[in-house]
């Protein structure tokens, strides 16, 4: 009885989604793109690709991926939270960031940053120990960063400096490494900010908010039941959602996403979400999203506030966890955000620009319905946002800023 009700209740909703939406028929290519690795998703679009191991300080062993260009100018790209080294190369040749790079002359290097599908190895711990997981954007500005840049620089003869792109939480540990190891800066040429995520107190995504409401209870409550990663089972998961958004609720999906990101379904549409949900999400920790749900209308920019005050002692020397001190990011950085972001909103990108001390572009895009994910996805991304961060690098490259 209980189960025909679900399943009536199932057909129902495939029913109105596809009657309201467009027929299911999903693309042949596009299922191929979503199964690929990175480097097997380069190969097949005609570019060579490597992957290297990269050593962090802490023992966490991280992958990265590389279209070579020996000789060519170095640039790093770091992806966003629950994303990983695909989304530069996820739109193909023409359009992402990865390809467009690799054709002007440049090295390519695509980071996974720790415990996304890629970078789940550790010296000393095993994924399915809770120490694997203690980490938030925190770790990644101070090792998989740093580390990757000492990788990539040793690798580059001739270059002292490399180019670097973060998109999301890609910018929010540049800008922790660049507070807590300031002699890193000197060998950043550029970086260039996709919808960074600083300060977070005009963040407008209805579900996010409150999810994170609960958050506290929901951490304590996934630590009691040993639950440390996001989601749990990454690649289970994925597949899973991947099979239900592109086979049966591709509207309901793109919704969701839109819902979080930012509605614009001029740039980003339901076509692309078997692409998205084969790649995505690519996993990371509970104290990840912990640590960003603590900076939502907390004022500032702040280090990781424990469970515990003598953790808060131990950890940062003070009962509360002090900020990051964002003065010392004194590379050149350009800023690109959209109006219609609501993870990286217009104001809290602002007061971020006014704050640093070597802002060489500031630029919001003027499309109203610009959001998060555009700045990877969007369908006219090469001419929007890509075409200008090539640019801008070259008049970096040649002196002109
Ligand atoms: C996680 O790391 C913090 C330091 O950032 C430390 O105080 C804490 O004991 C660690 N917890 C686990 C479970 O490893
Ligand atoms: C979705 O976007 C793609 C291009 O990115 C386009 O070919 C397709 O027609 C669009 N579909 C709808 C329903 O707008």
Known sequence: MLRSWWGSLICLFIFCDTAFGDLIKVDKNILEDASLNTPDLIRKYGYPAETHKIQAKDGFVL????????????VLLVHGLGD?????????????LGYLLSDQ???????????????????????????F????????????????????????????????????????????????????MKKIKLMQALAPVVYWDYIDSPI??????????????????????????????????????????QNTCTYFIMEIMGVDYAQFNSTLIPLL?????????????????????????????????????RNHGADNPPQYKLTNVDCKVALYYGKNDRLASVKDVVRLRDILPNVVLDYLYPDPLYNHIIFILGKDVKTAINDRV????????????
Request: positive net charge.
């Open 133 to 184: 997981w203690n980490f938030s954007f925190h770790e990644l500005g101070m090792y998989d960063l740093p580390a990757a840049i000492d990788y990539v620089l040793a690798r580059s003869k001739g270059f002292d400096q490399l180019h670097y792109v973060g998109h999301s939480q890609g910018t929010t540990s540049f800008f922790v490494m660049g507070s807590e190891k300031p002699a890193y």
């Open 208 to 249: 996010l908010l409150t999810f994170v409401k609960y958050l506290r209870p929901l951490v304590s409550f996934a630590r009691t039941f040993g639950i440390y990663e996001l989601p749990p089972e990454n690649e289970v998961w994925r597949s899973l959602i991947q099979k239900i958004c592109s086979f049966a609720f």
């Open 277 to 313: 949900t084969g790649h995505t999400p690519s996993g990371t920790s509970v104290k990840s999203l912990d640590h960003y749900g603590q900076q939502i209308h907390s004022g500032g920019f702040f280090k990781y506030n424990h469970y515990s005050t003598w953790e808060n002692r």
């Open 63 to 74: 992958t990265a991926h590389r279209i070579p260009r020996p000789g060519g100018q170095p």
């Open 84 to 96: 990983s080294s695909v989304t530069f190369v996820i739109l193909g040749p023409q359009r992402s």
């Open 390 to 401: 090539i640019e801008l690098m070259r008049k970096v490259d040649n002196g002109e800023v």
């Open 105 to 131: 002359g440049y090295d390519v290097w695509l980071l996974n940053t720790r415990g996304n599908r890629y970078s789940r190895k550790h010296k000393r711990y095993h994924r399915y120990q809770p120490q």
